[in-house]
Nanobody, 120 residues
Framework: QVQLVESGGGLVQAGGSLRLSCAASGRTFSSYFMAWFRRPPGKEREFVAAISPNGGTTIYADSVKGRFTISRDNAKNTEYLQMNSLKPEDTAVYYC?????????????WGLGTQVTVSS
């Protein structure tokens, strides 16, 4: 059984930082793409960032480029999302996902999400 568990969410003031983690269990993900998505209040889920299996390629949504950094530690089956210069519009439930191929929408496995709230 594949499980993805996010952690690190919380309440932060605008301009602050948070680091999200996503721990994967049930199988190794060193050959899978990993990604972060978010669902802002009242809106649809949107792509945030993705990272290739070896970590050599990263892709970001324009809205977070230059502020967020995705990374992974394959030895720990964990991916991270470092979020700096947070804005109120970053408020959302953040989900990690993993799959065999890169996609801006669909992945094979999803976590349950962690809430990030940015106050103004």
């Amino acid at each position: 059984q594949v499980q993805l568990v996010e952690s690190g969410g919380g309440l932060v003031q605008a301009g602050g930082s948070l680091r999200l983690s996503c721990a994967a269990s049930g199988r190794t993900f060193s050959s899978y793409f990993m990604a972060w998505f978010r669902r802002p209040p009242g809106k649809e889920r949107e792509f945030v960032a993705a990272i290739s299996p070896n970590g050599g390629t990263t892709i970001y949504a324009d809205s977070v480029k230059g502020r967020f950094t995705i990374s992974r530690d394959n030895a720990k089956n964990t991916e991270y999302l470092q979020m700096n210069s947070l804005k109120p519009e970053d408020t959302a439930v953040y989900y990690c996902a993993t799959g065999r191929i890169f996609s801006y929408r669909e992945y094979d496995y999803w976590g349950l999400g962690t809430q990030v709230t940015v106050s103004s």
